[in-house]
């Protein structure tokens, strides 16, 4: 009776299946004390009947759409569920409780044909102890941190986050005295690196660099794309000895036979900055329409088209700079006719390789050995894949701290630059503008200023702690950029630059989920079902992903990010987006914007009632792409793109007004 029980219980059997297992477990046990007594016909009956336990048990019964499946499901999945007395529907106890494993992980263990391609078969590239120690040398007094290797089992270091070597005790043995007064013996080398060594980011005030690129030599593979082996390292690489020496453009991509060749041909969109930096501030208007971002009128730079030699010729004039107020700087408008040179002023321009004409392409061939052949990669069409742009950049300028979303092999063409990158968890620290503002994928904070000087006192913005990577390229280096890899480039000397931009695959499967995975959201509901949608949805969501309880802050401190738990809703969206990049952008003044947004359970009970199927088949398909991004790409780029994923669908249901108010009343009621 006890095995009866636990079997019918743990199956979940209707009464009819019920049956039919009672009655074989009954001859089983019949038939096994008879096997025992020595009868060979019963030992051939429980081999039949076991066999025809298994037949009836092993699908899941198939049950009519007129018999609430979706709901069934539900049950399997331990959501509890209850009977509606008036109209005998059964709907869940509450649209608060939070919806458990979505998709099964019984359907992820079958994958389809196009999730085969998800996993990488291609061998990373790989960078020797030499190159990385002669990139990154340690020596007696250096400063460091904790190392990629770290596993010290003294507990008293726990705290310990800075050091000074004090003495090199043999071949690759350090004694290290650290900040919380401890002193301890660490393996630097040979590829054993417990510690990291810290240097000041030349130009960067306060930013700690944990490693400097290595060099690596260019030694394709005939069976494999070289790229493709560097892109999966998924680290910053520079590159050495590449194809790229073959090119026409590194003898004449000068600036001064660029400014003979080019002459009179329009640059359209020089950026014209009063900063050093050509950023973005706080000021600008959210808006999704492009013709309106397109007319805004940035507090830093302004964009005009010139001539070729007039380009160059200011670039030639740019002088130290010189103090003038923000509203001289907003008089000059995009489209107007181009100011007189202003010693102080800064210039830049890119523009995309195609419309420079043929005679520029054919400098720059071959270009395949620097693309990553994602899937469905057409080399014959692979001008619809790739992006191909050109940077002029005087000296001094420097581009904010943002991220791409493609693969980036970075050319260096003449002159030098300077790169401060960051892995895709320093959004944390970084403050994003959102994904609806003009500034978007740049940091709200700059690299380039003290803390006391940011616009606004970013809680967890340190540049003592974020974990910075740093390279150097000359003509003729190729820097490997990962996908959503932070990083921001100063010019050290004039130059010219190309970037070969080729998609990611974490990215394109992002952009299916926006396109493809439709909001299970009708336009004709009215505005307060919608609402109780999206709510449900987004919680829904990030629940079934079955993300970390807590995160720790990106970068060298351990310390934890926040007191919320990050696999709640209010968890997530606080720290990603109310509390990070909607916490000095687009905030909330008064407290009846929210109200609009707030929790209301009898509406989402509601929409249970009338529209499940439509919901949870919809959300099925969303959450198993965000699955998939994380098996691509990550945990902390599925991150970036999960917020992403919540302003985007927002913005579509309430309203580009409206989203950070409904964002605040997810968080907040």
């Known amino acids: 009776a006890v095995v009866i029980e636990l079997v019918v219980v743990e199956l979940n059997l209707n009464k009819y299946t019920r049956l039919i297992v009672t009655f074989q477990i009954l001859i089983i046990f019949i038939s096994v004390i008879k096997c025992i007594m020595g009868s060979k016909m019963a030992f051939t009956f429980l081999s039949f009947t076991s066999f025809l336990l298994l037949v009836v048990t092993a699908e899941p019964e198939k049950v009519p759409a007129a018999d609430f499946k979706v709901v069934d499901d539900l049950e399997q999945l331990g959501i509890k569920v209850k009977m509606n007395t008036h109209d005998n529907v059964r709907v869940v106890e509450s649209a608060s409780t939070k919806f458990k494993d979505i998709v099964k992980e019984e359907k992820l263990k079958k994958k389809q044909k196009e999730g085969e391609e998800d996993e990488t078969t291609v061998p990373a590239v790989v960078v020797t102890h030499e190159e990385f120690e002669t990139a990154n040398p340690m020596s007696v007094s250096a400063h460091v941190t904790r190392g990629n290797d770290w596993n010290h089992a003294d507990e008293t270091l726990v705290n310990c986050l800075f050091g000074k070597v004090t003495d090199k005790l043999a071949e690759h043995k350090w004694m290290i005295e650290w900040d919380c007064g401890k002193k301890a013996e660490h393996t630097y080398g040979n590829g054993q690196y417990e510690i990291a060594a810290l240097t000041k980011a030349t130009g960067v005030p ?37 194809t790229v020496l073959s090119w026409k453009a590194m003898d004449s991509w000068t600036p001064s036979k660029l400014e003979k060749r080019l002459k009179d041909s329009n640059l359209r969109g020089v950026k014209i900055s009063r900063e050093k930096e050509f950023r973005y501030y706080h000021r600008a208007p959210m808006n999704n329409v492009p013709e309106l971002i397109a007319r805004y009128k940035a507090s830093t730079f302004s964009k005009h088209n010139m001539s070729a030699s007039d380009y160059f010729t200011r670039a030639k004039k740019q002088a130290e700079e010189i103090s003038f107020s923000c509203e001289s700087a907003s008089r000059v408008e995009d489209d107007s006719p181009t100011p007189e040179h202003i010693p102080g002023y800064r210039y830049s321009w890119a523009g995309k390789l195609d419309d420079l004409g043929p005679d520029f392409m054919a400098d720059v061939i071959p270009l395949d050995p620097l693309m990553v052949l994602s899937p469905g990669f057409d080399p014959e069409h692979e001008n619809l894949f790739r992006s191909t ?52 994928l740049s940091a709200q904070t700059s690299l380039y200023k003290t803390v ?137 003044s008064k407290a009846s914007d929210v109200a609009e947004f707030c929790w209301n359970r009898a509406e989402e009970d509601e929409l249970l009632l009338d529209a499940e199927e439509l919901f949870m088949k919809g959300l099925k398909k969303i959450v198993q792409r965000f699955r998939k991004i994380e098996r691509v790409a990550g945990a902390a780029r599925r991150d970036i793109y999960l917020a992403n994923y919540i302003e985007l669908a927002t913005m579509t249901i309430v309203g580009v007004e409206n989203v950070s108010p409904f964002l605040h009343a997810l968080v907040s009621c």
Not at 409 to 420: A, P, Y
């Open 206 to 242: 306060g930013v700690s660099v944990v490693e400097r690129v290595p060099h690596i030599q260019w030694s394709q593979d005939p069976s494999t794309s070289f790229a493709e082996q560097v892109a999966a390292v998924d680290k910053p690489l520079v590159l050495k000895n590449t």
């Open 389 to 440: 742009h050109v940077w002029f950049s005087p000296q001094g300028s420097v581009t904010p701290t943002h991220y791409d979303i493609s693969h980036n092999f970075f050319v260096q063409l003449s002159g030098r630059k300077r790169i401060i990158l960051l892995p895709p968890q320093s959004w944390q620290q970084l403050y994003l503008f959102p994904l609806i503002h003009p500034g978007a």
């Open 452 to 588: 006391d000087n940011q616009e606004h006192k970013f809680p967890h913005f340190n540049p003592k702690h974020i974990m910075a990577f740093e390279a150097e390229v000359s003509a003729g280096d190729v820097l490997y950029i990962p996908p959503m890899w932070f990083h921001t480039v100063e010019t050290i000397e004039e130059s010219v630059s190309l970037s070969v931009w080729t998609p990611f695959y974490g990215s394109e499967l992002y952009e299916d989920a926006v396109e493809n995975a439709t909001l299970p959201i009708k336009s004709s509901w009215e505005r307060k079902k919608q609402i109780a949608a999206l709510r449900m949805l987004f919680e829904s969501l990030v629940t079934s992903l079955k993300l970390p309880g807590d995160l720790p802050l990106a970068g060298i401190s351990s310390t934890p990010c926040c007191e919320k738990q990050l696999n709640t809703t209010i968890g997530f969206v606080d720290w990603t987006l109310t509390e990070n990049r909607y916490k000095f952008v687009g905030n909330v």
